[in-house]
């Protein structure tokens, strides 16, 4: 049993719900059956499905504190591989407000109340009690992880956890209300089409890039009333995730355009989008958009 599997186990012997993460902080990509998510997704993901694939499949929505599960052949090759644990913070009833540099930690410090917190490469993760919806970028440096995201596993931190508090809540509001129809925030990006003839170092086809794109996209434009940023992030990171393991170049800008003209089409801010999607590209790929 490596280290990884140790603490995984632990935490969910505790009622947190765990994931191995790959090279890069990210999650492990679908199997197969699972890519491009053909299989219509786990039943507690953005989009309701039917997949029970006992592989560690859909990112964050495999998380769990079943050790059947976590200890299963499907999860041993992930576990040997694992560059660190991940835990989905909503699973434990928590709140992650992940601060990525000093600014924001200074920030947090001024403004909300203290709580158990956890040093990162760059910053510090401050962990509430009490769950939310994530969104990422709600000011500078400063993500929410609660809901459908997940968490490094750095250490349980010091200090006493605090509720999660009302400042909190407040960034969401601001940042991810979709405004009220027919109010112009922005022009649309012209519309491109992704093109293998572009992306020369691409391992997909070009049905497989555009089925994986066309429904990236109708799960933006669905998000009429709030949360479309952060939907647009999400799709962007999946997407991104899809091409982790290509040499390049994959034409990732094109993909990024027509992410951002479906959510500045229900009413997000062009700036906000772009900056969401090219968030988004960068985490799933582990490298720059």
């Not at 962990?127 to 459908?148: C, E, L, P, Q, W």
């Not at 109010?183 to 089409?193: H, I, K, L, T, Y």
């Amino acid at each position: 049993m490596n280290g990884h599997l140790r603490t995984a186990l632990e935490l969910a012997a505790a009622g947190v719900p765990v994931l191995p993460l790959r090279e890069g902080k990210l999650p492990f990509g679908n199997c197969r059956a699972c890519a491009g998510c053909a299989c219509g997704g786990r039943p507690h993901m953005k989009s309701t499905g039917e997949c029970r694939c006992p592989a560690v499949c859909h990112g964050w929505a495999a998380a769990t504190t079943d050790t059947a599960v976590i200890t299963s052949p499907a999860w041993t090759a992930p576990w040997r591989e694992a560059q660190a644990v991940a835990y989905h913070p909503a699973g434990a009833g928590l709140t992650v407000v992940d601060l990525d540099d000093l600014q924001a930690v200074a920030w947090a410090r001024e403004t909300l109340p203290p709580t158990r917190t956890v040093h990162t490469t760059r910053g510090e993760h401050w962990i509430y009690r009490g769950v939310t919806r994530s969104a990422n970028s709600v000011r500078h440096g400063v993500d929410i992880k609660s809901r459908m995201a997940y968490a490094r596993w750095l250490g349980p931190g010091s200090g006493t956890m605090a509720h999660l508090p009302s400042a909190v809540r407040d960034l969401l509001a601001g940042q991810e209300t979709t405004p009220a129809p027919g109010r112009v925030v922005s022009s649309v990006p012209e519309r491109a089409e992704w093109d293998p003839a572009v992306a020369t170092g691409c391992r997909h086809t070009r049905r497989y890039v555009r089925t994986g794109l066309e429904r990236g996209v109708a799960m933006v434009r669905a998000r009429t009333e709030s949360g479309a940023g952060s939907q647009a992030f999400g799709v962007a990171q999946f997407l991104g995730a899809l091409h982790a393991q290509c040499p390049g170049p994959c034409d990732l800008e094109t993909i990024g355009r027509q992410i951002i003209a479906a959510a500045v089409s229900v009413g997000v801010p062009q700036a906000y989008a772009e900056r969401a999607v090219t968030n988004g590209l960068s985490t799933g790929t582990g490298r720059a958009a």
